[in-house]
């Protein structure tokens, strides 16, 4: 198997790997004291980091490969997914205030203290499983393809070496590893790919020549509206069903929540949201249009710019656009892209495995026996990675990879209703919370299971009568808009069927609930600069929705 890189390439690869450990060092010398410190870095980080951490924690090295395999495939649809850097403006201005708040370390624990210890069993259990079977596998099995591919060695050593390397910086270090490793991780990341977009854009000839290429093969692969009835990209289900599952994401997740939360005050906090909003516009620059990019050369030039699948189509850049030297750091990037991710999820379920199972079964345990369960925790969380990749290799290129990508779309609705609900109104009691999560796992299985179970006749594209198989197929992102009105009925029937929650227990935690005081700190908590770059960002977003048409 022979390596994409040269000498110089991997000195350049060494130096940032130094660099990383550089800061991994640095941050152990600190010691982490209590929960508190190895959780969420001591609630006391600063904007810039937050905003880069929350990139670096989105962005894995499947977002790398895929975003820009669908750009060279199916163009600028994709890019609604992209454009939901508006929805992490909601996460600092919507919900984080109710986070801090609360002083909730996880989002099980302030369903708990909204809602009742139910609704927090439910998540974190939840919350856990779904993180192994899909961030988990689904990081490694993508990270190990990339790792082989650029350094030329068996999927088994790159996937391994990587899961052992940020494994170990994430149980020593916690959360303070984490998120200042991203932060550089980030600019590596941004660096390197503006470097191949603007490269890519040089050899295609420029922005109005990529146009011009691509449109004369494939005229819809710069529309990001395709018609309600298509069957991969309805524009219904994506700006909709697509901002259901972003909600879920962005702004519930502990994946992502656990950095704001790292702020020591909501106005920080919020400014780390704005920023990593403006970075999550990001991806459509740096990932999907050198997607398209490959698209054009491979149609101008097949015999230099071939691409045997779509999902090379980045790769193939790195191999034949960057100097020497360039392709090392470019291949930094992308390792940083999956490590960031993986060091993400390590610690989110060692926070949620910690905080709302151990210490709620222990209450008695001291900070030390804590923080030294959360480094358990995240080593046991790296060897079941481990295990789970050989049966991610078998199911990894089939339907099965499909099926992890959309069961996002049906864990979303229920989260959704629930969170979104609980803070904008008061009235939502406990029997509706856990009533709507629980009928949303119903909903979940059975959809799910149908799915399976009708595969063969979907797949061979046949027509079969019945109201299961009409449930089996419709379109994942419309399911999520249906499962969403579901839930949304189902927690407002029961809310209204039920006695009303104590208003007193849940002081500050809903919008109905805020006293003079809170009222008064939330407005004190921002200032005009921050509205201004939040309005921005929504004209930008609204400016690329209407260029793509």
Same mark, same amino acid.
């Given at each position: 198997?022979?390596?994409?890189?040269?000498?110089?390439?991997?000195? @350049?690869?060494? &130096?940032?790997?130094?660099?990383?450990?550089?800061?991994?060092?640095?941050?152990?010398?600190?010691?982490?004291?209590?929960?508190?410190?190895?959780?969420?870095?001591?609630?006391? @980080?600063?904007?810039? @980091?937050?905003?880069?951490?929350?990139?670096? #924690?989105?962005?894995?090295?499947?977002?790398?490969?895929?975003?820009?395999?669908?750009?060279?495939?199916?163009?600028?649809?994709?890019?609604?997914?992209?454009?939901?850097?508006?929805?992490?403006?909601?996460?600092?201005?919507?919900?984080?205030?109710?986070?801090?708040?609360?002083?909730?370390?996880?989002?099980?624990?302030?369903?708990?203290?909204?809602?009742?210890?139910?609704?927090?069993?439910?998540?974190?259990?939840?919350?856990?499983?779904?993180?192994?079977?899909?961030?988990?596998?689904?990081?490694?099995?993508?990270?190990?393809?990339?790792?082989?591919?650029?350094?030329?060695?068996?999927?088994?050593?790159?996937?391994?070496?990587?899961?052992?390397?940020?494994?170990?910086?994430?149980?020593?270090?916690?959360?303070?590893?984490?998120?200042?490793?991203?932060?550089? $991780?980030?600019?590596?990341?941004?660096?390197? #790919?503006?470097?191949?977009?603007?490269?890519?854009? $040089?050899?295609?000839?420029?922005?109005?020549?990529?146009? +011009?290429?691509?449109?004369?093969?494939?005229?819809?692969?710069?529309?990001?509206?395709?018609?309600? /009835?298509?069957?991969?990209?309805?524009?219904?289900?994506?700006?909709?069903?697509?901002?259901?599952?972003?909600?879920?994401?962005?702004?519930?997740?502990?994946?992502?929540?656990?950095?704001?939360?790292?702020?020591? /005050?909501?106005?920080?906090?919020?400014?780390?949201?704005?920023?990593?909003?403006?970075?999550?516009?990001?991806?459509?620059?740096?990932?999907?249009?050198?997607? %398209?990019?490959?698209?054009?050369? #491979?149609?101008?030039?097949?015999?230099?710019?071939?691409?045997?699948?779509?999902?090379?189509?980045?790769?193939?850049?790195?191999?034949?656009?960057?100097?020497?030297?360039?392709?090392?750091?470019?291949?930094?990037?992308?390792?940083?892209?999956?490590?960031? #991710?993986?060091?993400?999820?390590?610690?989110?379920?060692?926070?949620?495995?910690?905080?709302?199972?151990?210490?709620?079964?222990?209450?008695?345990?001291?900070?030390?026996?804590?923080?030294?369960?959360?480094?358990?925790?995240?080593?046991?969380? @790296?060897?079941?990675?481990?295990?789970?990749?050989?049966?991610? +290799?078998?199911?990894?290129?089939?339907?099965?990879?499909?099926?992890?990508? /959309?069961?996002?779309?049906?864990?979303?609705?229920?989260?959704?209703?629930?969170?979104?609900?609980?803070?904008?109104?008061?009235?939502?009691?406990?029997?509706?919370? %856990?009533?709507?999560?629980?009928?949303?796992?119903?909903?979940?299985?059975?959809?799910?299971?149908?799915?399976?179970?009708?595969?063969?006749?979907?797949?061979?594209?046949?027509?079969? +009568?019945?109201?299961?198989?009409?449930?089996?197929?419709? /379109?994942?992102?419309?399911?999520?808009?249906?499962?969403? %009105?579901?839930?949304?009925?189902?927690?407002?029937?029961?809310?209204?069927?039920?006695?009303?929650?104590?208003?007193?227990? &849940?002081?500050?935690?809903?919008?109905?609930?805020?006293? +003079?005081?809170?009222?008064?700190?939330?407005?004190?908590?921002?200032?005009?600069?921050?509205?201004?770059?939040?309005?921005?960002?929504?004209?930008?977003?609204?400016?690329?929705?209407?260029?793509?048409?």
């Amino acid at each position: 198997m022979q390596s994409v890189l040269e000498n110089l390439d991997w000195v @350049v690869l060494g &130096i940032y790997f130094l660099a990383l450990i550089a800061v991994a060092v640095w941050v152990v010398l600190q010691k982490n004291k209590d929960t508190e410190d190895y959780f969420l870095a001591g609630r006391n @980080v600063g904007w810039f @980091v937050i905003g880069a951490s929350i990139f670096a #924690s989105n962005i894995g090295s499947e977002h790398v490969v895929g975003l820009a395999g669908t750009g060279f495939e199916s163009g600028t649809p994709m890019a609604h997914y992209e454009l939901h850097a508006w929805i992490v403006l909601l996460l600092g201005w919507l919900f984080l205030p109710f986070y801090i708040r609360s002083g909730a370390f996880t989002m099980p624990e302030f369903l708990e203290k909204r809602f009742d210890s139910r609704s927090r069993w439910f998540l974190s259990l939840f919350s856990l499983v779904a993180y192994v079977l899909t961030k988990v596998s689904v990081t490694i099995y993508a990270g190990g393809i990339v790792v082989s591919e650029l350094l030329g060695i068996p999927f088994w050593y790159g996937a391994i070496g990587i899961v052992v390397f940020t494994g170990i910086y994430t149980v020593v270090g916690g959360m303070k590893a984490v998120i200042y490793t991203e932060t550089l $991780q980030t600019v590596i990341l941004i660096f390197g #790919s503006v470097v191949i977009t603007y490269l890519g854009l $040089q050899e295609v000839g420029g922005w109005s020549q990529l146009r +011009e290429t691509v449109t004369a093969v494939s005229p819809e692969h710069f529309n990001m509206w395709r018609p309600m /009835n298509d069957p991969q990209f309805p524009w219904t289900g994506l700006l909709i069903g697509g901002t259901i599952v972003g909600i879920w994401y962005w702004c519930t997740d502990q994946y992502i929540v656990q950095r704001t939360l790292a702020a020591n /005050n909501i106005k920080i906090g919020r400014r780390g949201a704005i920023f990593g909003a403006y970075l999550k516009l990001l991806p459509i620059l740096i990932f999907l249009v050198p997607g %398209i990019i490959a698209f054009a050369l #491979s149609i101008q030039n097949p015999e230099v710019f071939s691409v045997e699948k779509a999902d090379r189509a980045f790769p193939m850049l790195v191999k034949t656009l960057l100097p020497v030297g360039l392709k090392g750091l470019v291949a930094g990037g992308l390792m940083a892209a999956l490590m960031s #991710s993986l060091a993400s999820v390590f610690n989110s379920c060692s926070t949620i495995f910690t905080i709302d199972i151990y210490k709620k079964l222990y209450p008695e345990k001291t900070e030390k026996v804590l923080v030294n369960t959360g480094k358990i925790a995240t080593g046991f969380i @790296v060897v079941l990675g481990i295990i789970w990749i050989p049966i991610m +290799e078998k199911i990894g290129g089939g339907v099965m990879y499909q099926y992890l990508q /959309n069961v996002q779309s049906y864990i979303a609705p229920p989260v959704t209703a629930v969170f979104l609900l609980g803070i904008i109104w008061k009235r939502v009691n406990s029997t509706a919370a %856990i009533t709507t999560l629980l009928t949303g796992l119903v909903l979940l299985v059975l959809r799910l299971s149908s799915e399976i179970y009708y595969q063969p006749q979907i797949l061979a594209g046949e027509t079969v +009568e019945g109201i299961a198989y009409a449930f089996a197929t419709i /379109n994942f992102a419309h399911m999520a808009i249906f499962m969403f %009105i579901f839930s949304v009925f189902i927690c407002i029937s029961v809310s209204l069927m039920t006695q009303a929650p104590n208003y007193e227990t &849940i002081k500050g935690l809903a919008f109905g609930t805020l006293s +003079e005081e809170q009222k008064a700190a939330n407005k004190g908590s921002y200032d005009t600069i921050d509205v201004v770059l939040s309005v921005l960002l929504v004209v930008i977003v609204i400016g690329v929705l209407t260029y793509f048409t």
